[in-house]
């Protein structure tokens, strides 16, 4: 484990790898004005009537529709978000064939915003909606129509956003590409993410080859991993293009 600027370091390593699977999680969103979960301006650090945590649950959603979605339009949907330069650093890199795929907790879209196409979105996506009634489909400007509503079908059933809630499954086919992608990969690079959430933080212990963390705060994984970087993942992965260009 080395632990410095680490712009030279990481290009040599990630020069020799053949096929790279990023993993990240809130953390690559706060450069585009997202705030991340646990971090002290994060979404669980602030005063609800209920703990977050509570209210992203699945119960919760059953038994208080209304408080649930009062919460969700407030704090978990960013449509004017625009990706930054770790999203765009990860999309270029895949476009060149280097990255095979984008592992993400996010549900914030900002990776497909960048033009990253193998994204595995583990936690769901704001973008998907489904009516829990009839099974139809619904786009984000739709529930954005029904803000300070519980947003509703045209066959009268909830629309429930795809995101994955507290008690929920993650979706089978999304994390089984994502456990074959991470176990074969050559380099795993881990950014933007505490790793406390299960069972999606357990899945980068999977990595056979090499990996790199780029968080701000230490994880559980610096212990283990090739190389630690602790700074901004936006700010270094520029840091990393100027230096190959
Ligand atoms: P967390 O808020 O737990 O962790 C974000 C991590 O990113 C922290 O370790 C920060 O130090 C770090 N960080 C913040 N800004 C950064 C930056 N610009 N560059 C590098 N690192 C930065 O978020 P997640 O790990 O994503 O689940 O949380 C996992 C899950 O918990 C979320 O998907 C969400 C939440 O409950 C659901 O809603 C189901």
Known sequence: ????????????????????????GAGVSTESGIPDFRSEDGVYRQKYAYPP??????????????????????KMIYPDAKPNAAHFFLAE??????????????IDGLHRKAGSVNVRELHGSVYR????????????????????????????????????????????????????EISSCDLLIVGGTSLNVYPAAGFVRLAKGKTVLVNKSETPLDEIADLVIHQPIGEFFKKVKAYEE
Request: proline share 2%; hydrophobic share 35%.
């Open 1 to 24: 484990m080395r632990m410095d600027d680490g712009v030279a370091e990481f290009v040599s390593i990630y020069g020799k790898a053949g096929r790279v699977v990023f993993f990240g």
């Open 53 to 74: 945590e509570r209210i992203l649950s699945h119960s919760f959603f059953c038994e208080n529709t209304e408080e649930f979605f009062r919460f969700y339009f407030d």
């Open 93 to 106: 890199e895949e476009k060149k064939g280097k990255i095979v795929s984008v592992v993400t907790q996010n």
């Open 129 to 180: 909606n489904t009516c829990m009634k009839c099974g139809a489909k619904y786009d984000l400007s739709y529930m954005l129509g029904r803000r300070g509503k519980i947003p509703r079908c045209s066959c009268g059933g909830i629309v429930k956003p795809d995101v994955v809630l507290y008690e929920e499954n993650l979706d089978g086919e999304t994390v089984e590409n994502a456990i074959e």
